[in-house]
Each structure stands twice: as structure tokens, then as C-alpha cells.
């Protein structure tokens, strides 16, 4: 498998701030990762498709705008909460997609908790 | 699209006792499909993942679980459940042809009691 860490583990912010989460892949190079959030007692909801060297994919409903993905390298992708609200706390997940013959698979970061005040 | 339904919520169980998680898909092709254990405030981890082939795959920590194409489910299993095993647990299915992308069911909390 692969080992992926995520910076911050928790974070607190203030209303109106941004934040910066890093996803680092330790061990492979990933073209591809992916972003998700989880709000308490819910599933994980895909919210990007982040493509190195390119921009990167939302998916419906999730404004570009606000969550800005950067993946500058083949081993780290950035998520960006721009004007944080308190709507915006919630667990951030970030998984990095590996080639694996017929299947590419998944392997994910330890989440990053975000609190907004 | 693809789909994940767990119908079940909650679960308790006894620690010794079996436990079965159920999971239902749907997606008009072969769907690839994962079950992921993710303890309170932790990421995800890899319990089983079925591609091809055998329709009975066994993972880690004694999980297995069963693919029926006819019932589109993939149910996971448990023989002998450990107080260690409370967690939540999530089926998922992916694609290659939906750019890898996984779908994730709303997920199983498993309560142990001693």
C-alpha cells in the first residue's frame, strides 16, 4: 500500500480566515488525488478531482471558488477553505489514487479536522 | 450512476458473536468494491476489495465478505467480533470507467458490547 499524511491534523480558524490543508503522498507518485469531506455521523462526499500539472475537477455542487485544490506536485496536493465559515467545519479526507493493473486504487490520509469559529 | 445503499445504521453486537454488514450497489457494469473500517476521528483503512474472480474475498482482521452479482450486494462478515471491531464501516464502489472515483454507502456504526 501506500502512505499518505495530511497537515494539519486539526485546525481552528476564525470566521472569514482561509486555511490550508497539504496532502503528501510519502512513498509514491500520484498524477491523481482526491479530495473529500465528512461531516459528523455522514458518509464521505467526493468533493474534488485534483490533477497534477492541472485544474482540477469538482463535483457537483462544490464551489470552486471557495475550496481552491493546487497540485503542484506528483506528491502533494493543497486544499484551500478561502473566507471560512462555520458551515465549513467538517473532516477533510484526502486519498491518492495508484495504479494497479485493471484497477487503480485508493489509499487515504489520516482526514484533517477543520473547525470554524 | 453508481450507488451505495447500507440499510443498516447501527449495529450492536455481543464480543464473541458473528456480525454481517450489509451493502447494496447499484451500477450498470462490473463494479469494483471496497469495504473501509474508520475508527472516531481517524482516517480510512482498507479492509477487503473485490475486482474479479472468487466471489468470496477475505481481508484483514477476520473480515470477509461476498459478492452477488444477482443481489448486487457485497455483504461484509464477522465470525467472532472483538471489542477492538466498534467502529464505523463503510462499503464503497468504484469505477474505472468513472475515473476512479469511489461512492461511498452511508456507512454502519458497529457498537461491541462486552
Known amino acids: 500500500g501506500a502512505v499518505v499524511s495530511q497537515h494539519p491534523s486539526r485546525v481552528i480558524c476564525k470566521s472569514g480566515t482561509s486555511v490550508k490543508i497539504e496532502c503528501r503522498s510519502l512513498?509514491?507518485?500520484?498524477?491523481?488525488m482526491f479530495w473529500y469531506r465528512q461531516f459528523p455521523k455522514q458518509s464521505l462526499m467526493l468533493m474534488a478531482t485534483?490533477?497534477?500539472?492541472?485544474?482540477?475537477?469538482?463535483e457537483q455542487g462544490v464551489e470552486k471558488d471557495k475550496f481552491l485544490i493546487n497540485h503542484a506536485s506528483l506528491t502533494l496536493s493543497t486544499l484551500t477553505v478561502t473566507s471560512a465559515h462555520p458551515e465549513d467545519s467538517s473532516f477533510y479526507i484526502c486519498?491518492?489514487?495508484?495504479?494497479?493493473?485493471?484497477?487503480?486504487?485508493?489509499?487515504f490520509g489520516p482526514g484533517t479536522r477543520l473547525t470554524v469559529l | 450512476a453508481q450507488s451505495v445503499t447500507q440499510p443498516d445504521i447501527h449495529i450492536t453486537v455481543s464480543e464473541g458473536a458473528s456480525l454481517e454488514l450489509r451493502c447494496n450497489y447499484s451500477y450498470g457494469a462490473t463494479p469494483y468494491l471496497f469495504w473501509y473500517v474508520q475508527s472516531p476521528g481517524q482516517g480510512l483503512q482498507l479492509l477487503l476489495k473485490y475486482f474479479s474472480g472468487d466471489t468470496l474475498v477475505q481481508g484483514i482482521k477476520g473480515f470477509e465478505a461476498e459478492f452477488k452479482r444477482s443481489q448486487s450486494s457485497f455483504n461484509l462478515r464477522k465470525p467472532s467480533v472483538h471489542w477492538s471491531d466498534a467502529a464505523e464501516y463503510f462499503c464503497?464502489?468504484?469505477?474505472?470507467?468513472?475515473?476512479?472515483?469511489?461512492?461511498f454507502g452511508g456507512g454502519t456504526r458497529v457498537l461491541v458490547k462486552p
Open positions: 485534483s490533477n497534477e500539472g492541472s485544474k482540477a475537477t469538482y
Open positions: 464503497a464502489v468504484g469505477a474505472t470507467a468513472a475515473g476512479n472515483k469511489l461512492t
Open positions: 512513498d509514491f507518485q500520484a498524477t491523481t
Open positions: 486519498s491518492i489514487l495508484l495504479a494497479g493493473g485493471r484497477y487503480n486504487e485508493q489509499f
